[in-house]
C-alpha cells in the first residue's frame, strides 16, 4: 500500500503560479509512476500529468506550456509547478501513484486532493 499526501494548493490570482507537492509513503519502491489528476466542479477527473521513476514525463496538452512535473527520490515526492493560471484551472487536484504487476494489471493509489482557486 502507498499511502500520498498533497499539499500546496491555495486561491490565486489569474497569471499566478503555485508549487504543488505531494510526498509518498508505505511500498514506494513498488511505484513505477506518479503524476497528478484534477476534477473540476461538476467535472470527470481528468489526467494533468505524470512521470516515470526515471524521469519520463507526459502532458495533457491543455497544460504542456505551462505545468511542469518533477520528482525528487530521494524524498519520494513529486512536484507540479503551475504557471499562468487560468480560471479554468480551478479544481481539486489529486496525486497518484501507480504500480504495475503487468503492462495490463496495475493499481493506482490516491492522494486526498488539494484545491487550486484561480481568480479572475
Known amino acids: 500500500q502507498v499511502q500520498l499526501v498533497e499539499s500546496g494548493g491555495g486561491l490565486v490570482q489569474s497569471g499566478g503560479s503555485l508549487r504543488l507537492s505531494c510526498t509518498a509513503s508505505?511500498?514506494?519502491?513498488?511505484?513505477?509512476?506518479m503524476g497528478w489528476y484534477r476534477q473540476a466542479p461538476g467535472k470527470q477527473r481528468e489526467f494533468v500529468t505524470t512521470?516515470?521513476?526515471?524521469?519520463?514525463?507526459n502532458y495533457a496538452d491543455s497544460v504542456k506550456a505551462r505545468f511542469t512535473i518533477s520528482l525528487d527520490n530521494a524524498k519520494s515526492t513529486v512536484y507540479l509547478q503551475i504557471n499562468s493560471l487560468r480560471p479554468e484551472d480551478t479544481a481539486v487536484y489529486y496525486c497518484?501513484?501507480?504500480?504495475?504487476?503487468?503492462?495490463?494489471?496495475?493499481?493506482?493509489?490516491w492522494g486526498q486532493g488539494t484545491q487550486v482557486t484561480v481568480s479572475s
Open positions: 508505505g511500498r514506494i519502491s513498488s511505484i513505477n509512476s
Open positions: 512521470i516515470t521513476n526515471r524521469g519520463m514525463t
Open positions: 497518484n501513484a501507480r504500480t504495475y504487476y503487468s503492462i495490463t494489471n496495475y493499481r493506482d493509489d
